[in-house]
């Protein structure tokens, strides 16, 4: 289990190349409800039962604040009040999940997110599917392909020719 990483892909990918060009289109509601909607549909049920009720209660909080129902300053309490949950994690899956579902909640004021939050949840989901003792090139094909699933998400629900787009600084 060394030679596990917190995060499954490749930047350089073609697949994520297109994924950030797209985020670029979108405005942070846009980005915000789906990374949501993908980490609840696809990284939720990868918790730990003791830790589901702590994300859903993060997500729904994300929520509220992209729709004005809750303040900045409460959504990040919320987030950082999760996080320490991670010092009791050793789980890689988990681990992974509880990052992803963190990373998407705070994707509203970090446009940037959208696209973070996708490397953890990739390793959970590839973690949870083949365990946590393959080789970092069935890693890595696996990854790629889960990268596509992701992809074609987004692009189900991009909105075309979105009035606001994020500006976004890729430093990667």
């Known amino acids: 289990m060394a030679g596990l990483r917190k995060m499954l892909g ?29 980490v609840e549909e696809h990284v939720l049920m990868l ?17 509220q604040y992209i729709n004005q129902e809750r303040t900045s300053q409460e959504l990040k309490k919320v987030l950082k009040d ?17 990052r992803a579902i963190l990373t998407a909640c705070a994707t509203y004021d970090t446009p940037t997110n959208a696209l ?16 946590l003792f393959e080789s970092k090139q069935k890693y890595d094909q696996l990854a790629k392909e889960k990268f ?8 189900l629900i991009a909105v075309n020719d979105e009035v606001n787009p994020v500006k976004v600084k890729w430093y990667c």
């Not at 918790?47 to 997500?59: G, L, N, P, R």
């Not at 973070?116 to 365990?131: H, Q």
Request: with cysteine.
């Open 10 to 38: 490749n930047i350089n990918d073609t697949t994520l190349v297109s994924l950030m060009n797209m985020i670029e289109t979108q405005s942070a509601s846009t980005l915000a409800k789906w990374a949501l909607d993908y």
């Open 47 to 63: 918790c730990h039962h003791a830790f589901v009720e702590d994300m859903k209660i993060a997500i729904q909080t994300s929520r």
């Open 82 to 98: 999760t996080k320490v949950i991670l010092k009791d994690v050793h789980d890689p899956v988990n681990m992974a999940a509880i």
């Open 116 to 131: 973070g939050f996708t490397f953890y949840a990739v390793a959970a989901i590839v973690y949870s599917e083949v365990g």
């Open 148 to 155: 596509k699933d992701i992809l074609y998400s987004f692009q």
